[in-house]
T-cell receptor
Framework: AQKITQTQPGMFVQEKEAVTLDCTYD???????LFWYKQPSSGEMIFLIY??????QNATEGRYSLNFQKARKSANLVISASQLGDSAMYFC????????????FGAGTTVTVRA | SQTIHQWPATLVQPVGSPLSLECTVE??????LYWYRQAAGRGLQLLFY??????ISSEVPQNLSASRPQDRQFILSSKKLLLSDSGFYLC?????????????FGPGTRLTVT
């Protein structure tokens, strides 16, 4: 079964607007971590933000915030004030267990920012 | 600061030829190391990971193998490439301590098997 589901294959957003990228996950482990990565056309994966399952507050990193809804098993990424440089593929990933190193990745969402 | 290097950046190899991709990390010690493969327009598939020298865990049975001859060196190999081995190969590292274990990726190698 898919551990990470990203249902939006592609999205368009106007420059300076906010965009929300959906991510749902499936795990029975009470301890897990959720990650978002950005992959521009160059191919390199860039770590954006992390949310732990026991974190009480939603994670934020600059223009990135994670809308963590634990009961719904949802970890949506919000990018505020979109910039042309935000055009890229975005991946949601999960680490299960307190010390498991492995990440499971979703299929990704392509974001295109329009001027 | 830590940096991760991968080479070559691109590679075109005929079917049946051998493969060796190299990954090195600088600025940290005893990192966890990972090899991923990404098919065009798809997510990442974990191939191998290593928590120490000589310790390799395989996630997917396939035509590839990995080795870690030194603490900060991770090598992906194949004796005979298949067409299905084409893809984008990414190496990553993470700290062996901390909470999040976020992984940091190298620039990747685009492999085309012809």
């Amino acid at each position: 079964a898919q551990k990470i589901t990203q249902t939006q294959p592609g999205m368009f957003v106007q420059e300076k607007e906010a965009v929300t990228l959906d991510c749902t996950y499936d795990t029975s482990d009470p301890s897990y971590g959720l990650f978002w990565y950005k992959q521009p056309s160059s191919g390199e994966m860039i770590f954006l933000i992390y949310q732990g399952s026991y974190d009480q507050q939603n994670a934020t990193e600059g223009r990135y915030s994670l809308n963590f809804q634990k009961a719904r098993k949802s970890a949506n990424l919000v990018i505020s004030a979109s910039q042309l440089g935000d055009s890229a593929m975005y991946f949601c990933a999960m680490r299960e267990g307190p010390s498991d190193y492995k990440l499971s990745f979703g299929a990704g969402t392509t974001v295109t920012v329009r001027a | 600061s830590q940096t991760i290097h991968q080479w070559p950046a691109t590679l075109v190899q005929p079917v049946g030829s051998p493969l060796s991709l190299e990954c090195t990390v600088e600025g940290t010690s005893n990192p966890n190391l990972y090899w991923y493969r990404q098919a065009a327009g798809r997510g990442l598939q974990l191939l191998f990971y290593s928590v120490g020298i000589g310790q390799i865990s395989s996630e997917v049975p396939q035509n590839l193998s990995a080795s870690r001859p030194q603490d900060r060196q991770f090598i992906l190999s194949s004796k005979k490439l298949l067409l299905s081995d084409s893809g984008f190969y990414l190496c990553a590292w993470s700290q062996d301590r901390g909470i999040s274990y976020e992984q940091y990726f190298g620039p990747g190698t685009r492999l085309t098997v012809t």
